[in-house]
């Protein structure tokens, strides 16, 4: 074997390895089976390999595999990629992970509320937009906090334990709403919306339940979501925001799809803005200062114009203060 194939080999192989013992392990039974099989899978891992680079991650792969049927054990997942690898292969490749978890807007709402109100909100990558809608949905906090919208309870409720972190009084007024993604989803398209319940992982059946809710919120006022390359449109997004607004640019999840340089560039953009930034990412996506000791392991960091404040569950069931 050319040794270039071979490390390329060995690094997916530790790509899978690194997904089920930080990310999968004790939150999906199946995916951590399932890239730990990979991981030691040789003709597997030749079929993974022949994908694009940006295109091998689980998330995705696992995913497709799931649209062409496996469930279950990994036996089942080597079938599938194994004797449907052209179909599978086609839906990664005209496919991505654009996991649109409403629960993340438990984790940003103490962090909205505290700013000027009413917010202007911008999403990069905002996929269909749910994160969009925080004045949608009702929450409920451990502390004993209730928050519904103006008109009412949500059908969508987002449990969040918090710890040092003061739960929000409020939930914000937004203004003007507006997301930007390369692929966006319409919430009127079955196709698409049966997409993203897909890429919620196979034993979230409460997350799967909150994404249909959140769905059928969107659809009775969509969110506007502009298709184009965030670092193009931003600026001019922006610009569209009322001035009466803050304008609160926003992301979850996102900016581990861009390369190092492309990030670099985003920081600047959001930084030659008014307003501010609210980021929701892994913890090794930013370059943000964790107070000494602290381990975020599989949490994301929620920053605020670039400064870390909490770590949050990436699907936003917890938030715990760094400050």
Request: aromatic residues 6%.
């Amino acid at each position: 074997m050319d040794p270039d194939v071979h490390t390329g080999r060995a690094r997916l192989a530790d790509a899978y390895r690194a997904f089920a013992e930080r990310e999968a392990r004790g939150t999906s039974p199946t995916y951590a089976a399932w890239a730990a099989g990979v991981a030691q899978d040789p003709e597997v891992l030749a079929l993974l390999a022949d994908l694009p680079p940006g295109k091998r991650q689980p998330n995705l792969v696992l995913a497709a595999a799931r649209w062409h049927g496996a469930a279950g054990t990994y036996g089942s997942l080597r079938a599938t990629l194994l004797g449907a690898w052209p179909d599978v292969r086609a839906t990664v490749l005209a496919r991505a992970t654009q996991t649109n978890e409403a629960g993340r807007c438990a984790v940003l709402l103490p962090f909205l509320a505290a700013l000027p109100q009413p917010l202007a909100l911008l999403e990069v990558g905002a996929a269909a937009g749910l994160c969009l809608l925080p004045d949608r949905y009702s929450y409920r906090y451990d502390d004993g906090t209730a928050l519904d919208p103006a008109d009412g309870p949500s059908p969508v409720v987002l449990p969040c334990r918090l710890d040092g972190v003061a739960a929000p009084g409020r939930v914000p007024e937004v203004a003007w709403r507006a997301g930007v993604d390369l692929s966006p989803v319409d919430v009127a398209d079955d196709d698409a919306c049966a997409w993203l319940e897909t890429l919620v992982w196979p034993e979230h059946d409460a997350r799967r339940s909150r994404l249909r809710a959140a769905l059928a919120v969107a659809r009775a006022a969509p969110p506007r979501v502009v298709a184009g390359d965030l670092l193009d449109l931003l600026p001019a997004l922006a610009a569209e925001a009322p001035p009466d607004a803050t304008l609160v640019v926003l992301h979850s999840a996102v900016l581990a799809y861009l390369d190092a340089a492309a990030r670099a560039r985003f920081v600047a953009a959001v930084g030659a803005l008014p307003g501010h930034w609210v980021s929701n990412e892994g913890a090794r996506v930013l370059d943000l200062d964790l107070p000494a000791g602290v381990e975020p392991g599989a949490r994301f960091v929620v920053s605020v114009d670039g400064v870390a404040r909490a770590l949050a569950d990436p699907h936003g069931a917890a938030l715990t203060s760094l400050r």
